[in-house]
């Protein structure tokens, strides 16, 4: 039989109690779906409304792209429960000072908010689809226009400040939400590797960063799949976005160990020998040089000698699966590295990942890949594609 | 040890089946002040009692002592915590433990083990009894002390603020308990607490740490852990009471807690430790 607790091997002096890994790599994927939701929101906000012109052919791809994750958001952290089925609890009997009682208010309010956007920006080619179909799926579409059938200009103008305001109203919402996730762990003051007043920030950035590559490579691929050619200037435009993100997301992590290294409050010396040892590969290697300071200087060049067509594609997707990657380094080292230096400040424990059971690296990645294939089925649903018929709101 | 062969597990069992009503009856009020019913009230009315009876919390301020220059090490204390408060038999997870500083002549560095250390499970034979390995018996040794360690029950704790559905909670005198029939296992308590006092129990699906033996000190006892010390180096006691055993130890020493610097302030008083303790 399996053994009901996995210990962690330890180099120093670690607290008994810390020789059980507490928070698992699903942990880690909780943060970065909530960051994938809240990048995607990002893209579509900038188009509904900034009216960046250039994003509109993944404006809906990435409202739709939001959904599917959020509706995934959930599921690492209901695995991870003791008592799954008291979860319930702390929205029920939320416990105020607690960061994360919160989590269930702001997650349901986000999925209303993303539903009715949606339902919004697809109104028209619900409509379309249920006036035409007579088969099942036409009964479907017929229940989802909800009674409502006026297209009229009227209508049309009626539908979209309702998108606008919903968009406005879910930028602090989405924002918000991954904010407060990095809130979760830079709020604990038993870990200094956790404990930053950065932290949320540095999540949101890396989540916007997150959730723009995403829309690269899901846009790329969708354009593959469907046998059209990729909008360069849409390419482009989200280019633009990660690289000015990207910056800002370096910059601040920077920041943020340049001042843990700075104070050198107790336990920095365990923190160096960590970061200079076990860390070295996923921290500044993976997640820095290669995720994030790789890209920035491939898009730069890039920008810099106005590439274009194939070589830009190309390039931007490369640049963008290195971000996706980067950013779930960020959030495993965050939440398994701020584990790996125990509280005691004198020792290092070592994290081993399973590959099967309820926490381990199959599951991680199922849950990870899991909202794709939900998103693969609702745009079969809701095509979200803008160059076919203007089947929703332009 | 057979615990059920005893009369002081016969009065638990008394004991755990009043508090099981009492949980009820407590159920039920919250339930109807969450219906506004009645009025929601946060302690006992005046002259009620809890979490029994017999005992009412309104009129103890529970205190813990450790006095590091008595601890010799034994961790008689460790196993009795755990077969009293069935903690898994287990050398990971813990609701009390002892540390032992070492220092080496010439050697800069303090040298620090627990019970959990795999040279000392080794010279226990067992992950379910425990002593201290005789590992420095060659070595030259400048000083060396022990120093038991269990939740502090602190006035404003990490562990109580973060919890999600406020199934761990302070109790009026002053300790810190943990509702396993609300808690939601997320492990968050777990992170929070700065000194690592708390664990997870996978079996039962809930967080789990030391309660300065609730069951027992409601009942006019002593924390199984205070009761099996050999040389006295666990102190509770009333801190109501000027002359209870705690009260005359924090008045009589220069005492200190854990990690100051938190903010929790801790509710255990330590005596004879070394900078290096946190």
């Known amino acids: 039989m399996e053994p009901v607790i996995h210990f962690a091997p330890y180099t120093g002096w670690v607290y008994p109690n810390e020789t059980v890994f507490e928070w698992s790599v699903l942990i880690a994927v909780y943060p970065y779906l909530t960051g994938l939701v809240a990048g995607a929101f990002t893209v579509s906000s900038l188009y509904q409304v900034f009216g960046f012109e250039r994003l509109k052919p993944v404006a809906h791809l990435a409202l739709l792209t939001s959904l599917c994750f959020m509706v995934f958001v959930p599921t690492p952290l209901l695995l991870h429960l003791g008592h799954p089925e008291r ?22 309010f ?32 017929r229940l989802l226009t909800l009674g409502s059938y006026d ?54 950035f890396s989540a916007i960063i997150s959730g723009v590559a995403l829309l690269v490579v899901l846009y790329v691929a969708s354009c593959k799949l469907r046998k059209i050619t990729v909008d360069a200037a849409c390419v482009k435009g989200l280019a633009y976005t990660i690289w000015a993100f990207i910056m800002v997301a370096i910059v601040l992590e920077a920041l943020a160990f340049a001042n843990l290294v700075y104070k050198g409050r107790e336990g920095i010396e365990v923190i160096m020998e960590y970061v200079t040892g076990p860390l070295l590969v ?5 997640q820095f040089a290669i995720g994030m300071i790789a890209p920035l200087l491939w898009l730069s060049y890039m920008i810099w000698r106005g590439t274009t067509g194939r070589a830009l594609v190309t390039g931007v997707t490369l640049c963008a699966l290195l971000v996706l990657f980067s950013v779930f380094m960020m959030r495993w080292n965050v939440v398994i590295g701020g584990q790996e230096i125990s509280k005691t400040g004198k020792g290092l424990l070592a994290y081993h990942m399973p590959f099967f059971g309820k926490e381990g ?22 095509p979200p594609w803008a160059d076919g018929a203007a089947h929703a709101h332009a | 040890m057979k615990k059920d062969s005893t009369p002081a597990s016969a009065a638990r069992r008394a004991f755990l089946a009043k508090l099981g009503g009492a949980a009820t009856c407590a159920g039920a009020v919250a339930g109807a002040a969450t219906l506004g019913v009645i009025p929601a009230v946060s302690a006992p009315a005046a002259g009620g009692s ?11 301020k529970w205190g813990f002592g450790v006095d590091a220059t008595k601890c010799i090490g034994c961790l008689r204390c460790v196993e009795a915590c755990k077969r009293e408060n069935d903690v898994p038999a287990n050398a990971h997870q813990f609701r009390t433990w002892v540390e032992r500083y070492v220092h080496l002549e010439g050697d800069a560095a303090v040298h620090i083990d627990s019970q959990q250390d795999p040279v000392n499970i080794e010279a226990s034979g067992s992950e379910k009894t425990y002593r201290f390995a005789n590992r420095y018996k060659d070595a030259k040794v400048d000083k060396a002390f022990f120093v038991p360690k269990l939740c502090n029950q602190c ?15 302070k109790t009026e005198d002053g300790v810190v308990l943990i509702d396993h029939d609300y808690c939601i296992g997320c492990r968050y308590c777990v992170q929070a607490c700065p000194y690592g006092a708390r664990y997870f129990n996978e079996e039962k699906g809930v967080s789990d740490k030391c309660t300065w033996c609730y069951h027992r000190i409601t009942k006019g006892l002593e924390p199984a852990c205070v009761e099996v010390c050999p040389v006295g180096a666990r102190i509770f006691g ?3 009471d000027k002359q209870s055993p705690v009260s005359l130890f924090i008045r009589n020493n220069r005492v200190q807690v854990l990690r100051p610097e938190s903010g929790n302030a801790p509710n255990v008083f330590y005596v004879g430790i070394d900078k290096e303790v946190n």
């Open chain 1, 361 to 382: 690296a199959l599951v991680a990645i199922i849950l990870t890949l899991a909202p794709l294939a939900m998103l693969f089925g609702l745009t079969r649903l809701f």
């Open chain 1, 110 to 141: 986000y999925v209303a908010l993303l539903i009715v956007e949606a339902w919004f920006a697809y109104r028209p080619f619900i409509v379309e689809q249920a006036q035409q179909r007579t088969d099942l799926l036409g009964r479907f579409y």
């Open chain 2, 238 to 240: 009333d801190q109501n």
């Open chain 1, 87 to 108: 979860a319930f609890n702390s929205t029920l009997t939320p416990h105020w000072t607690s960061a994360m009682a919160m989590f269930g208010y702001f997650a349901s």
């Open chain 2, 50 to 60: 809890f979490p029994t009876k017999d005992y009412d919390w309104t009129k103890h």
């Open chain 1, 151 to 204: 297209l009229s200009p009227h209508a049309m103008g009626y539908d979209k400040k309702w998108i606008f305001a919903l968009a406005v109203t879910g930028i602090p919402a989405a924002h918000g939400l991954h904010g407060y996730v990095g809130f979760m762990y830079g709020s604990l003051k038993s870990r200094e590797w956790w404990s930053s007043d950065l932290m949320p920030v540095i999540f949101l």
């Open chain 2, 155 to 169: 006035t404003h704790p990490a562990c109580v603020q973060v919890c999600p559905v406020g199934a761990t909670y």
């Open chain 1, 282 to 286: 996923p921290y500044f290697l993976l």
